[in-house]
């Protein structure tokens, strides 16, 4: 495994405040992902990485941005949270293109 | 049309039983593909890369037909462990998309 650690695991958060969600990984693997995951849409990649400042949006982007300073941190940003962001947030790394991924425990996010 | 599709099921069969998953693609162009398995409330996690040859892990097996764009997964002597959603995964570029998942439940 990568060792990818979310945070935090859990977290309420009132519409139009930014949020930031972070992802740690341990293994030095170059390619990092953001996908959210809600009922009857599965698994959507909101935005990877693929390398340090190196970073591209996914198909659900708008709302979100992100920023890899270094190689074992993704962080995740909602500039101002709306309720349509309530999901469950995965993060994700792999070491090759051609590899699978491996996913953190998750983020449960509720927009009130 | 969807770049990945499954039939969401549920699939209800009894222990011991060979359920079959199938999923298609869009992209000719994909070059890796993957099942993987995914609790409730829990990460995704892999289940088996699918080559072109298919390949067999225990009682699991998958197979890729790449002329019909298609991949399977087969699960022989099944187990109430093995109740989950399975999710079907293709490479694009640099980033893998995701179909959203068959669900298996097995009975005793």
């Known amino acids: 495994d990568a060792g990818i650690t979310q945070s935090p695991r859990h977290k309420v958060t009132e519409t139009g405040t930014p949020v930031t969600l972070r992802c740690h990984q341990t293994?030095?693997?170059?390619?990092m992902y953001w996908y959210r995951q809600d009922p009857g849409h599965g698994l959507r990649l909101i935005h990877y990485?693929?390398?340090?400042?190196?970073?591209d949006k996914g198909e659900v982007s708008d709302g979100y941005s992100v920023s890899r300073s270094k190689t074992e941190d993704f962080l995740l940003t909602l500039e101002s949270a709306t309720s349509s962001q309530t999901s469950v947030y995965f993060c994700?790394?792999?070491?090759?293109?051609?590899?699978?991924?491996?996913f953190g425990s998750g983020t449960r996010l509720t927009v009130v | 049309r969807k770049e990945v599709e499954q039939d969401p099921g549920p699939f209800n069969v009894p222990e011991g039983a060979t359920v079959a998953f199938n999923c298609t693609y869009s992209n000719s162009a994909s070059q890796s593909f993957f099942w993987y398995r995914q609790d409730c409330r829990k990460e995704p996690k892999l289940l088996m890369s699918v080559y072109s040859s298919g390949n067999e892990d225990g009682r699991f097996t998958a197979q890729l037909n790449r002329a019909s764009q298609y991949i399977s997964l087969l699960i022989r002597d099944s187990k109430l462990s093995d109740s989950a959603t399975y999710l079907c995964?293709?490479?694009?570029?640099?980033?893998?998309?995701f179909g959203a998942g068959t669900i298996l439940r097995v009975k005793s």
């Open positions: 994700a790394a792999r070491r090759g293109s051609l590899d699978g991924y491996t």
């Open positions: 990485s693929y390398g340090v400042k190196d970073t």
């Open positions: 293994e030095n693997h170059r390619y």
């Open positions: 995964v293709v490479e694009y570029g640099n980033k893998l998309v």
